[in-house]
């Protein structure tokens, strides 16, 4: 037997929350779950605010708490990031921050982290179809011609957006479009769909070659996916961090040589190139996971954020150590950054609101760096294994 439509009734899409539509979720809830279960999620500090979840949530039911441990301060010495910072790291990983922090440690005690962007630019990749390779062919001239009108549509729709390149690639008789946006200081993933959307219709209302269909998102661009058009030209924020870390450092802080990272070293990018990563470097998403986290990204973005390339070179006695990482999707505002829990976050690594997104961006990459130098130095070692043996199963 089907059941009614009146037992469904709560399980529509509920936009905004209140105490009603929470007790009526918990209510269906209720029997697989306990009280405990409830009390843990809608507890009173949640169920006070609810209205500040409603632009992020849909169906709420209450909040999940993570352990947020800090890292710092970490110095960084960047064109946009200036200064010592703590940087808050939420995960359920032991060992985690304690090895991020004794990389920042090491960092911090060779000068600092030198770190800057190199390249801006969020994409979206609409695809159009067509009837031949001709008509491809002519729908591209035609976007070519119209171009200025065609950026002056999509930027109609947003305050920060600027549309910085339209660049086609066709295959037979579709064609993608990579619309390429500056996001000022927000991570700008819906930003670029609206306004690529706006030109989208434009361009199907104005087009004199005849389109069979059109798609906002021809999966293309890489969204929450690595890719190799990420890792060549990058889908968010491009940032290079670096530090030379002295020798007497490496020995007395991080336990083992610079000449034992580097063989190390050695080994790690033979592994990565033998198994296809796309680019080679040890462990970008757990830093990235948890700052994401801690401050209000899109912890999905991780899947395409986490490509990129560690290095690590002798200078004279010391170990020059950086990555380069192409898809930094990080914003200062908008997204979940406004919710309490994040806003303290970015409040404490003193990056929140306007003016801060490329500073938080070389502030992940530095994080990352510091990541990398730790779990390099604790293999070659051989250290790693018994710090998640202390730290983790029997902490």
Known sequence: MLPSDAQFTTLRPVRKATVSSVSKYWERLLGKATAADRDALADPLTMAGLDQFNANI???IGTVKLPVGIIGPLRINGLNAHGDYHVPMATTEAALVASYARGAYAATKSGGINTAILYEGVIRTPAFVLDSLLDAGLFVEWVVREIEPLKARAEATTRYGKLISVE???DNNIVFLICRFTTGDAAG???VTIATNAMCEDIAARCPVTLRAWYIEGNFSGDKKASFLGMVTGRGRKVSASVILRAEVVEKTLGTSVKAMLAYGQVANLGSL??????AQAHFANGLAAVYIATGQDAA???ESA?????MEARGDDLFCSVTMPNILVGSVGGGTSLPSQSAGLN???LKGTGNGAALAEVVAATCLCGEISIVAAIAAGHFSRAHENLARHR
Not at 274 to 279: A, E, K, M, R, Y
Request: aromatic content about 4%; hydrophobic content about 45%; glycine content about 16%.
């Open 189 to 191: 993933q819906n930003m």
């Open 168 to 170: 086609p690639v066709i």
């Open 301 to 303: 973005c991780v899947a």
């Open 307 to 311: 490509m990129g390339v560690t290095r």
């Open 58 to 60: 849909e169906n709420f």
């Open 348 to 350: 404490i690594l003193g």
């Open 274 to 279: 033998l198994s296809g990563q796309l680019g």
